[in-house]
């Protein structure tokens, strides 16, 4: 079953395969991001259902992403910063 | 760049956007300036001076226009100007430090979270906070400052290569990078950990 797979992507590296991995490789921030117009998206998921390791590549992305925007703290801004901003700018007018 | 341009606010008008559409903004760009700097007095004085020239320059700012990317242009041009300039030294890395400010409740002063055997969600979730934000802070600050803006913020491209005065090409090629060098550090910290990626 998942010889199949992996047979069409090993064929080498320098197979016609290689141009669409490659493309599809660029792609991968724009659509992690939600920058890729949805041609670009049509043609991704395409290759996404018959390449495996384009496949993992854009989950590890994904989660790369994903621990960032989920997993660093935000620090806390101290409660004197935005009154002492205000009274900055009250005493430069 | 509009007829508006000459319209003059009054000083009552000016405080109340003031109040309304910019300090909103206060807590991701206090955020963005820490991680810039990494140091929390270095942070107070960057924001304190992007409020400042913000006020100083609100007539150009367009009402309904993105507020957010404006003062975060701002800071981090001031950033660039005058602040890394002074600080001579690259910004600071100290992870005890960050890590101390992040658990300021619960630090133990010894070893930290190595020595834990309990591993209980939270302190793993902990873990994983700790090891992102050192993996973050020891690259360069202008890969450091994309992954922020993209993946913190939320900004987008074209709002980027606002920020930071470059082009949309500059922004995918710098975020590209600065995602592989984050991965390499992170995939290290994994199998350290006994993860395979
Ligand atoms: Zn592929």
């Not at chain 1, 320098?14 to 992690?32: A, G, N, R």
């Not at chain 1, 910063?81 to 430069?92: D, F, P």
């Not at chain 2, 009402?63 to 975060?72: D, I, Y």
Request: proline share 2%; with cysteine; hydrophobic share 35%.
């Amino acid at each position: 079953m998942e010889s199949k797979f992996t047979e069409v992507y090993q064929k080498g590296p320098d197979d016609s395969y290689d141009t669409d991995c490659s493309k599809v490789s660029e792609m991968l921030d724009l659509i992690i991001d939600g920058e890729a117009t949805s041609e670009e998206e049509k043609y991704f998921n395409t290759h996404l259902e018959e390449c495996v390791s384009c496949f993992e590549s854009h989950q590890k992305q994904k989660l790369l992403k994903g621990i960032i925007s989920g997993h660093l703290k935000r620090v806390i801004v101290p409660e004197s910063l935005a009154l002492s901003i205000r009274a900055k700018i009250q005493e430069t007018l | 760049m509009s007829e508006q341009t000459g319209k003059q606010l009054s000083k009552e008008e000016k405080d109340a956007r003031f109040e309304a559409e910019l300090l909103p903004v206060l807590d991701p760009l206090y955020n963005f300036a820490y991680r810039l700097t990494l140091d929390e007095d270095d942070a107070n004085d960057l924001v304190q001076e992007t409020y400042l020239k913000a006020y100083r320059f609100f007539d150009y700012f367009e009402q309904g226009t993105n507020a957010k990317a404006w003062l975060f242009r701002i800071l981090k041009n001031s950033f660039i100007n005058e602040f890394r300039k002074k600080s001579k030294q690259p910004a600071k890395v100290d992870y005890s430090e960050v890590e101390g400010y992040y658990n300021s409740e619960d630090v133990e002063g010894e070893g930290g979270v190595a020595s834990t055997t309990d591993m209980r969600t939270e302190s793993v979730q902990d873990l994983i906070g700790d090891e992102v934000a050192s993996a973050l802070n020891a690259l360069p600050v202008d890969f450091r400052t994309v992954i922020i803006l993209c993946d913190l913020e939320g900004f987008t491209y074209e709002e980027m290569a606002k920020i930071l005065d470059i082009p949309i090409g500059t922004v995918r090629s710098r975020l590209h990078r600065a995602r592989n060098s984050l991965k390499e550090k992170l995939e290290k910290y994994a199998k350290s950990m006994g993860y395979n990626s």
